[in-house]
């Protein structure tokens, strides 16, 4: 960010700087226990997952769900178990404000019918890490929230922090890199 665009942000009041901040989207991880399946000999999906968000400038708001919802840091490391509670997810982020979501996953909700009705509000982007074919679910789940779901792989890094960058920073990639 900017030295001007610090003294700006700085000269907003408490509840503006708020609304900004809960403008911009907030980072989905899915951590369930399918992410601990290996790319390639002893290096994990959810360890490539944590070496990519590691990558992301900034200081993301990011959040894992498994089972459960919870806050994380992009350079914690992350840890595979569990359910895939993507409605307790998405609830949990509208909760907290926020009308937009990067959410990574390699898989389905465990809850699709609360998950179509917990999207209700939100701008889902989908960046899915799993086998293909992208699951009809999450492309349906995408449309309801005006979004969109792209296959994407783990075992390319680079791109994959780029593209996360990218929709952290404005909220959209159309049109600026190939999905």
């Known amino acids: 960010m900017s030295n001007e665009l610090i003294k700006q942000e700085q000269s907003l009041t408490l509840t503006e700087r708020l609304r ?27 360890q490539a997952l944590s070496d990519i968000v590691a990558g992301v400038k900034g200081n993301p708001k ?26 307790k997810a998405l609830n949990h982020i509208k909760s907290l404000g926020f009308k937009k979501v990067v ?29 293909e074919p992208k699951p009809k679910f999450l492309e349906a789940l995408a449309r309801k929230a005006n979004g969109y779901c792209s296959q994407e792989d783990l075992k390319n890094p680079k791109m994959l922090t780029e593209k996360i960058q990218l929709l952290l920073g404005s909220g959209e990639v159309k049109g600026a890199i190939q999905l």
Not at 20 to 46: F, T, W
């Open 62 to 87: 990011i959040f894992t769900f498994n089972s459960s919802v919870s806050e994380a840091f992009k350079d914690q490391q992350f840890y595979a178990k569990g359910g895939t509670l993507m409605a």
């Open 103 to 131: 959410m990574i996953t390699d898989g389905i909700a465990n809850d699709p019918t609360l998950t179509l009705e917990a999207v209700e509000g939100l701008e889902l982007q989908i960046l899915y890490v799993g086998p």
């Open 20 to 46: 900004l901040k809960r403008s911009q989207p907030a980072l989905l991880l899915d951590i369930s226990g399918s992410m601990s399946a290996e790319l390639e000999p002893n290096y994990s999906k959810i």
